[in-house]
Nanobody
Framework: VQLQASGGGLVQAGDSLRLSCAAT??????TGWFRQAPGKAREFVAA????????YYGDSVKGRFTISRDDAKNTVYLQMNSLKPEDTAVYYC??????????????????WGQGTQVTVSS
């Protein structure tokens, strides 16, 4: 099982980026995105349930970020609009198959991708 995160880059405030999380070797009940800025704890960004289609967002990204999935490609996307300098971080995708656990908790995810850097300049 492998998760490959991609799509990061350097953008200006107000710009958009779309991150991708491609899974190989399995499908997952829940896929999420977390981010970690230098010197800060890892923060929940968004998650999507493959079974119910339910979407979950961290408070700091609600209304700006959208998580979606393409089951045919076994890929989850994070569309990030109206980016702010405080969105600068390494973004990680994570996935799990357990039917329980908080979608916003790191401990609820078994599989993690390698991270992709997002830098937003002011």
């Amino acid at each position: 099982v492998q998760l490959q995160a991609s799509g990061g880059g350097l953008v200006q405030a107000g710009d958009s980026l779309r991150l991708s999380c491609a899974a190989t070797g399995g499908t997952f009940r829940t896929t999420g995105w977390f981010r970690q800025a230098p010197g800060k704890a890892r923060e929940f960004v968004a998650a999507i349930s493959r079974i119910s289609g339910n979407l979950y967002y961290g408070d700091s990204v609600k209304g700006r970020f959208t998580i979606s999935r393409d089951d045919a490609k076994n890929t989850v996307y994070l569309q990030m609009n109206s980016l702010k300098p405080e969105d600068t971080a390494v973004y990680y995708c994570a996935a799990d198959n357990r039917p329980y656990g908080s979608r916003s908790s790191e401990g609820s995810y078994t599989y993690w991708g390698q991270g992709t850097q997002v830098t937003v300049s002011s």
